[in-house]
């Protein structure tokens, strides 16, 4: 008899304690945001002088074909239909990259096309960085447009490099 009265303080207690921690991490979850003291948060550039004139080239371009956006994350912008695992590993991979500038068709409001500006870098994490948005590009079945950031480019030859020349 002893035995089982022990038996059920303990299961109590063991209950008690479980709903007491779900509690606690309940009314943790539902606190507002707060930004922590000594933390100070400000505007920065979104794009650089030379991405600011790549982009009023752009716009220029592309002309009423496409909207453009710049500095757009890539799970933003493509759909990956996969198992929860899968999903979520390749998920994962692309969270945070981004792409230098997108080209949006205004009607279907689909991105057709990525313009990246190819940055001179030996650093492996750039490469791997590159590596993984042209192999979602690839096989989301978008074009890829590498740009020089250095190099001074004109409208006629910007506007064939995107390939909308032959559209006039």
């Not at 505007?43 to 453009?68: C, D, F, G, N, P």
Request: charged share 25%; hydrophobic share 45%; glycine share 4%.
């Amino acid at each position: 008899m002893r035995l089982l009265l022990v038996g059920a303080v303990i299961a109590v207690i063991i209950m008690l304690w479980r709903y007491l921690t779900k509690a606690r991490r309940r009314k943790k979850g539902t606190a507002p945001f707060a930004i922590p003291s000594g933390v100070t948060i400000g505007a920065t550039r979104l794009l650089e002088k030379e991405e600011i004139a790549l982009y009023s080239l752009l716009q220029m371009a592309v002309q009423e074909r496409y909207l453009v956006f710049s500095q757009v994350p890539l799970w933003s912008f493509v759909e990956i239909e996969a198992g929860a695992k899968e999903r979520s590993d390749v998920l994962r991979q692309i969270a945070l990259k981004r792409v230098d500038f997108v080209l949006v068709h205004p009607g279907s409001c689909h991105v057709e096309q990525v313009v990246q500006i190819e940055h001179e870098s030996a650093d492996p994490q750039q490469t791997e960085r590159q590596h993984v948005i042209e192999s979602v590009l690839d096989a989301a079945g978008i074009k890829l447009t590498k740009l020089q950031p250095k190099q001074s480019h004109s409208l006629p030859n910007l506007t064939a490099r995107l390939g909308l020349a032959e559209e006039e």
